[in-house]
């Protein structure tokens, strides 16, 4: 339920971006714009929208990671516009003593669609997300979305 609102919402949003409106058709735009054709050539448009061109996805990200292991893991990530993350990782219900942060640094790239990120350089591996709208979904390692347990919430909100 919450996939389809999400993928509606989104599908809505990229609906309702509108291009600028182009001037009039007097004669001479007609003329400068059948002069700009060439039916020899296909016209490629690449209007699209993609997490790293359309969303502010810059800041820091919270929540708690469902874990097998723990209560969960407290998780705060930060991405920074020259593409580099501080990522914090504290996990919950385990004796203090025994509790400390685990932090990672580095950097990060966009896969080819722009709407995946992967931390490179994290302790245990390469993390992948999803950058959705003020918000951060963990990916698993070929880059799908973590089947969960239903109640789990498997994102970091900014």
């Not at 930060?78 to 993350?85: A, E, P, R, W």
């Not at 914090?88 to 580095?106: C, T």
């Not at 979904?137 to 979305?145: C, F, T, V």
């Amino acid at each position: 339920m919450k996939k389809s609102a999400f993928y509606i919402f989104m599908t809505l949003s990229i609906l309702s971006c509108k291009d600028q409106e182009e001037p009039s058709n007097t004669v001479e735009n007609i003329d400068n714009k059948e002069s700009e054709i060439n039916p020899q050539e296909p016209q490629v448009i690449n209007n699209s929208h993609t997490s790293r061109n359309s969303l502010d996805w810059e800041g820091i990200y919270t929540g708690v990671l469902p874990s097998d292991d723990c209560e969960g893991i407290d998780t705060s990530l930060s991405l920074n516009k020259d593409q580099t993350y501080l990522l914090k990782l504290r996990y919950l219900g385990i004796p203090e003593k025994e509790s400390k942060e685990f932090i990672s640094e580095g950097k990060f790239t966009w896969d080819e669609n722009g709407n995946n990120i992967t931390l490179e350089g994290a302790n245990d591996g390469s993390r992948k997300f999803k950058v959705g709208e003020n918000y951060l979904m963990p990916l698993d390692k070929n880059a799908k979305e973590i089947e969960g347990i239903p109640g789990n919430n498997y994102k970091l909100f900014k």
